[in-house]
């Protein structure tokens, strides 16, 4: 049984700092492609930033260059998702998502082979 389980969401101040964490379990880690999605109320899933199966390439929306630090530790089968300068516009549910060997630089809600139940961040003044 595939299991994505993500974990750090909460509340935290516009222009703090958060770090998410998503732990897999039944399968191997070390050829999924990870991602983080969010949706907020109303809106569509969005891309927010993948890696590589390899963990070589790292991508990003252009809304959370800068801001935003996706990276992985194989031997915990976790990926991270360090968020700074957080913004109001940021607050959604944020979902962790795998892609077995996938290596490309676009990633697509569709295209994800499996999905955490997501973690809420709400950015407050």
């Known amino acids: 049984q595939v299991q994505l389980v993500e974990s750090g969401g909460g509340l935290v101040q516009t222009g703090g700092s958060l770090r998410l964490a998503c732990t897999a379990s039944g399968l191997n880690f070390n050829n999924q492609a990870m991602a983080w999605f969010r949706q907020a109320p109303g809106k569509e899933r969005e891309f927010i930033a993948g890696i590589h199966w390899s963990g070589h390439s790292t991508y990003y929306a252009d809304s959370v260059k800068g801001r935003f630090t996706i990276s992985r530790d194989n031997t915990k089968n976790t990926v991270y998702l360090q968020m700074n300068s957080l913004k109001r516009e940021d607050t959604a549910v944020y979902y962790c998502?795998?892609?077995?060997?996938?290596?490309?630089?676009?990633?697509?809600?569709?295209?994800?082979?499996?999905w955490g139940k997501g973690t809420l961040v709400t950015v407050s003044s």
């Open positions: 998502a795998a892609r077995q060997w996938y290596s490309g630089g676009v990633y697509s809600a569709r295209n994800m082979d499996y």
